[in-house]
Structures are given as structure tokens and as C-alpha cells.
């Protein structure tokens, strides 16, 4: 595959914020509160049906920080509210991110309380971000998580993305397809993914052009003849038929017969595809893959794979565009220290940890996960620190060069080191275990114990 072209992210008008960003802002600044604030981005818990989570949206997220800029009608839009003073506005023009980021690389497997991203900034360009930064990691953390589980379901069988149609909104379905290329799947139907990141991009041909024609076969000779090595549609009338249909298309064609497969989109799967499997086999197709879609998710692929069936290659839609198990993640950003001075909040069900962090993995001497531990930054403990310092004073270290592929890498090789019952689709009993040390422990007391008096 080559290169692909310098990522620009759908970046965003500066006014794709919460209101209460701005008027916090201002109200900082109008009590000259402009210290270093840091804030950790990080998912409070996970959902019911996940046993880990797969870390996305760090690139898109730093080029944002990179290049948000307030535009003149931006600043006018602002000052015509009322909401704003002439000064706060003035601040506005010149607003640029300066601050540092640490953050889990992309493709990196994560659990609750850890955080994906650390930023470190003036007050003021700290609090802009929470928005948008929560944006960029909710969604692409969410979907690479989902699409990690089809992967593993898969066993070694191809997955695509087709899912576009069914997701809410443009954006979702751009970043989508690069979530689900970090974990690993094959291609995406989505052009524009493709044109951006480099993903391959992968189609056969809807029912509507099958009924444009007198016949099904007709239609797959038209198909052919422009594509000779697409994968055709069978299930338009009746699947079976369909693939005689094909099977007829072989005899006519000889050798310049070139069709790579057949794909099944309705009915029982499993039978279907065995049927199918055998009557190309009978024809002495054999090199033809048996590709099936329609209403897949992890855990129909899984018992597809459990059940033996001749399937070559998955196509994986709305249950995955959408998540459909588990829509959200409960995932936050939050102000852990201020002007060195760690912070907490104490909400119920809300509670955050203190101080500057860093998250330490364990691995066995069978190159498997063992535990992870959240401590301070300056414990230095065992294990592989995950945050590594990827912006200092609003500027990346690395360029973004091949990051898509390295990640993709990365999170096969993070799958790979899971333990199998984290690995499963059900949830993990015990789950992965992720501790607090005793030193974030008792800076938590003692910030907590201050707040009291």
C-alpha cells in the first residue's frame, strides 16, 4: 500500500465548543486565575458488555490542538451574544494551544480509571479543549473498541467496513474507518476514509443493479464485464439460484473467468454459505472466496466461525457503525492539578484521583498482560510506562508520518498479549486487574482531607 497523504482531520469551526468552555474561560481570566492546569482524559468505567478498551483518536485530537484558531467571524459571532467582554474577546484572537500532552499511543489497549490522555497548559487553553478532545477519543476509542471484538471474533478471517450509511453523521463515519483500520480491519467501503488515511477501500455491487436487468444473469455479465474481478451479489432473488447463476457465468466465460467471490447478504448464514461452498466446489470453483454481510456483529461472526462455516471474509455494518451493544463510553476530562497543587472531585460515583499520573503495565514471562498500576508520575515502578510525551509547547514531536500504520501494528500485537478471558466476548470474571499505588492512594486522602477542614 502507499503512502498516504498528509491526514487533515474534518477540523472544526472554534465555535464547535460548550458554551460553558467560553464563559469559564472569561471568568478565569476576569480573576486573573492563569496557571498550569493538567487534566486527564479517561474512561470512568466500562461498559457492561467490555472487558478492555482499544485507545483511538490521538492523532486527529493533536491536530486540532495543533491548528484551532479563532476566525474573525468566529470573534464577531462572540462579541454580538453579550456573553463576552471586549477584552476576553481580544484574548480570543490571539488564542493558540502551548501546552504539553502525554498520552497512550494509539492502538494501545486501555482499562477504567486509566488516562489515555494527560494535557498540561495555562488554565485557559486547557478548559477550551475538554470538548472537543472528549469528541475525538469518545468516538474512535468507542468504535476501535467494537471493531477489536469483530476482529477477535474473526479468528484470522477478513473484516470490512461497511457501515458508513447507518452512522450518525459524516464525521462518524471518517473517523469510523480509521478506528476499525487501527484494529485491524481488512478495508472500508468508505471512499473518503480511503482518500485521507490510506485505507484500502473494498465494494461488490447492490441489489438495485441486479433488478436494472431482465435477469440475474445478464446482470452479472454486465458487471463483469467492467469489473472481471468483483465479488457478486447472489441473494437478490433467491441465493442458491444465484450462485448457479454465477456457477453458469464460469462455463460461458472459460478461462477469462475471473470473478474472486460471491457474497451472501440475507438468510441463514450458515447454511447458505455451506450450500454454497459445496456447489462451487462441485463446479470447480474453488478459488472462489464466499463472502457474507447483513446484520453482523461480534458475536454472530463468532458463532459463524464456532460453527464451522465456509466464510472467507465478513462485512460488518450498522451494529458496528453504531455499537450497537454499547453506545458510549462513560469517558471524562478532568482537572487533577492546578499551579502544582493536586486536585480531586469527590461526587458520588464521580470520584477522580489526583496529581500528575502515569499508568504501568505488567507483562508475564509468557509476553501476556498481568496487571496494570495507576501511580504518580514520579513513583518510577515496574513495568512499561503507557503515557509517552507526544506535544510539548503546542507543537508534536513526530511528524505524523506513518502513525496509522504503526498503531495498527501496535494493537495487533496489544490484542495478541491479552489474557484469553479478556480476549472473550463475555465479560471478564475476574476482570483485568488495575490497581491505584499506595502513594496516589494517599495523596488522594490528604487532598481529600484538606478539602474537610
Not at 499551579?339 to 501476556?368: C, E, F, M, N, Y
Amino acid at each position: 500500500m502507499s503512502a498516504p497523504p498528509r491526514v487533515h482531520a474534518v477540523c472544526p469551526s472554534a465555535l464547535l465548543v460548550d458554551l460553558y468552555e467560553l464563559t469559564m474561560m472569561q471568568a478565569y481570566w476576569s480573576r486573573g486565575i492563569e496557571g498550569s492546569a493538567t487534566f486527564d482524559l479517561f474512561v470512568r468505567r466500562l461498559p457492561p458488555a467490555r472487558s478492555f478498551l482499544l485507545a483511538a483518536g490521538l492523532e486527529t485530537a493533536l491536530e486540532l490542538l495543533e491548528g484551532l484558531r479563532f476566525t474573525p467571524a468566529d470573534l464577531d459571532y462572540l462579541s454580538g451574544t453579550g456573553l463576552f467582554d471586549r477584552g476576553f474577546v481580544e484574548v480570543l484572537e490571539g488564542f493558540r494551544f502551548s501546552g504539553d500532552v502525554d498520552a497512550m499511543a494509539e492502538g494501545t489497549v486501555a482499562f477504567a480509571r486509566e488516562p489515555l490522555l494527560r494535557v498540561t497548559a495555562p488554565i485557559l487553553e486547557a478548559q477550551f479543549f475538554e470538548s472537543l478532545l472528549m469528541n475525538q477519543f469518545h468516538v474512535q476509542t468507542l468504535l476501535a473498541s467494537k471493531a477489536a471484538r469483530v476482529v477477535l471474533a474473526a479468528r484470522g478471517r477478513g473484516v470490512v467496513d461497511f457501515g458508513m450509511r447507518r452512522m450518525h453523521g459524516v464525521d462518524s463515519a471518517v473517523a469510523g474507518a480509521r478506528a476499525y483500520w487501527i484494529a485491524g480491519f481488512d478495508g472500508t467501503s468508505n471512499v473518503l476514509a480511503g482518500q485521507l488515511y490510506g485505507i484500502p477501500i473494498v465494494g461488490t455491487m447492490a441489489h438495485s443493479f441486479v433488478q436494472c436487468h431482465p435477469s440475474e444473469l445478464a446482470a452479472f455479465r454486465a458487471f463483469t464485464q467492467v469489473y472481471p474481478e468483483t465479488v457478486l451479489l447472489v441473494d437478490t432473488y433467491d441465493t442458491l439460484r444465484g450462485v448457479d447463476h454465477v456457477i453458469e457465468l464460469a462455463r460461458e466465460l472459460g478461462p477469462s473467468f475471473k470473478v474472486r467471490g460471491v457474497r451472501l447478504d440475507s438468510g441463514d448464514l450458515l447454511e447458505l454459505s455451506r450450500a454454497a461452498r459445496r456447489r462451487l466446489d462441485g463446479a470447480g470453483l474453488e478459488q472462489v472466496r464466499i463472502f457474507v454481510s447483513g446484520n453482523l456483529d461480534e458475536r454472530r461472526v463468532a458463532e459463524l466461525v464456532a460453527e464451522g462455516a465456509p466464510i472467507d471474509a465478513f462485512g460488518v455494518g450498522t451494529r458496528l457503525g453504531t455499537s450497537e451493544d454499547a453506545p458510549n463510553l462513560d469517558l471524562v476530562y478532568k482537572l487533577a492539578q492546578l499551579d502544582g497543587r493536586p486536585l480531586l472531585k469527590l461526587s458520588t460515583d464521580k470520584a477522580t484521583l489526583p496529581g500528575i499520573k502515569q499508568v504501568w503495565r505488567r507483562v508475564d514471562d509468557q509476553g501476556r498482560f498481568a496487571g496494570d498500576v495507576i501511580g504518580l508520575a514520579g513513583e518510577g515502578r515496574d513495568g512499561v510506562p503507557l503515557l509517552e510525551p507526544v506535544m510539548r509547547g503546542g507543537a508534536r514531536l513526530h511528524e505524523p508520518g506513518d502513525a496509522l500504520t504503526a498503531a495498527r501494528r501496535r494493537a495487533a500485537g496489544q490484542l495478541a498479549a491479552l489474557p484469553e478471558a479478556i480476549r472473550g466476548l463475555a465479560p471478564a470474571d475476574p476482570p483485568y486487574p488495575v490497581e491505584v499505588s499506595e502513594a496516589l492512594t494517599r495523596c488522594a486522602q490528604q487532598v481529600s482531607a484538606g478539602l474537610a477542614d
